[in-house]
Nanobody, 115 residues
């Protein structure tokens, strides 16, 4: 079994920064993609950013230029540096790691941005 644990959420004023981290533990598996998703109250969960095994990254349009995803496969981690935060970035952020046959999610961490 694989467990993903996120850290780094919290409250910040608009324009501020936060860094989210996610670390996998437990059984090992071959990861092909790592990503961060978010879900705001009353909205569907949406992709924020993902990084593929080869290093290619994909970002949602609403975070391009503000957020940066990074990972260290050797450490089974994936981080999300969030700069220039806006109130509309307020949501529960969850990390996801996907292999060929399995997908794992973290429990989520709250990010609140006040104006």
């Amino acid at each position: 079994q694989v467990q993903l644990v996120e850290s780094g959420g919290g409250s910040v004023q608009a324009g501020g920064s936060l860094r989210l981290s996610c670390e996998a533990s437990g059984s090992t598996f071959s990861v092909i993609a790592k990503g961060w998703y978010r879900q705001a109250p009353g909205k569907q969960r949406e992709l924020v950013a993902e990084i593929l095994r080869g290093g290619r990254t994909n970002y949602a349009d609403f975070v391009k230029g503000r957020f940066t995803i990074s990972r260290e496969f050797a450490k089974s981690t994936v981080d999300l540096q969030m700069n220039s935060l806006k109130p509309e970035d307020t949501a529960v952020y969850s990390c996801r790691m996907s292999g060929v046959f399995s997908t794992y999610w973290g429990q989520g961490t709250q990010v609140t941005v006040s104006s």
